[in-house]
């Protein structure tokens, strides 16, 4: 096992393996803001944006806010005005759904979606097939950053890349405990303040392990009532561990591909750099079928620069790229 972290290590650990994906999960599950039902029957949020003091906002305007200001600091980075854009997005998503919504949110925005690409595909273009006959059967496995996904695809000479599965509903599997265990002394009525405290305490307890202790507390206080849990670190990187085994079962058994069907392994994201994570792999798929050439914490960035020049140069244009966004709307 690895030896404790001497700085808070920001996700790229064993101890905060699953960090970001459980804050993506509870944002996806619970609204962080305050719901209104007006006379029009549309939901509005209390939610301050920028410096203005706060006020009702719908969904959609929240959604083109925050894109807004994701333009005006790609702007301010790169000094180009941004008109049109490539969006990457989850293969987990519903693609037509999804990118309508997008796309109405860029227009109110004020840009146009030129193309959007979801990350598995992406990532899985970056490799020529290993196989000789043009046909392959590819697993994506993208751990780090903000994003923990696990896509099964096919990829034939006539259709391209297609997703079979994809498995992106990822929790904190300290986080889930410590809610499993919460109606023992709070009852079963969370809310999403309550629920983003404990995700709090359990990050900071993280913190406390990746400095190098053994062990660390979570405490939840609600109501003048308080729950207490020693966390051990061993305990904890079996268990993100043994989260990711089960994610990637539950992903070759929604595809209904055996292992042994798998092709190819492509690795994104810095976390798939871990030796833990990389002898979890190993437990399904042979050595040679892994494909890290490309270094995983480089792989979507490259391969999106790539892809945004190759459109830009068909198209004629020049195109910036974003990410999908997640501001715990998704569900509304």
Known sequence: ??????ISCSG????HLHSASGKAWLQRHYCPFQRHVGPDGISRFWVS???NEATYLSAHEILTSHFQSQIATF???????????????????KPRRYQSRLSAIAAAAGVRIVHSIQRSVLAASAYRSLSTTGRRTVLVFELGG??????????????????????SDMYCPLFNHMVSELPLSF?????????????????????????????????????GMEMRQL?????????????????IMRCLREARVSRE????????????????VRRVLLEFFQEHKLRYSIDPANLMSLSSQQYMNNISSTLNIPVAIFEGLNLGLHAL
């Open 1 to 6: 096992m690895e030896p404790p972290a001497q």
């Open 12 to 15: 790229n650990c064993l101890v």
């Open 49 to 51: 944006i920028g410096n």
């Open 75 to 93: 702007e301010r980075l790169h000094g180009q005005r941004v008109q049109n854009i490539v969006v990457l997005i989850p293969a987990s998503s």
């Open 146 to 167: 903000q994003f923990l996904e696990i896509s099964l695809l096919t990829e034939d000479q006539d259709r391209g890349l297609n997703i079979m599965a994809a498995v």
């Open 187 to 223: 009852g079963d009525d969370f809310d999403a303040v309550f629920l983003h405290n404990i995700q709090t305490e359990c990050e900071r307890a993280k913190d406390a392990l990746c400095l190098g202790s053994a062990t660390a507390e979570v405490k939840i206080e609600e109501q």
């Open 231 to 247: 966390v051990e670190r061993e305990w904890l990187v079996q268990m993100n561990l043994e989260r990711l085994r089960s994610e």
């Open 261 to 276: 069907a798998v092709d190819e392994v492509v690795l994104a994201g810095a976390s798939s750099n871990i030796p833990e």
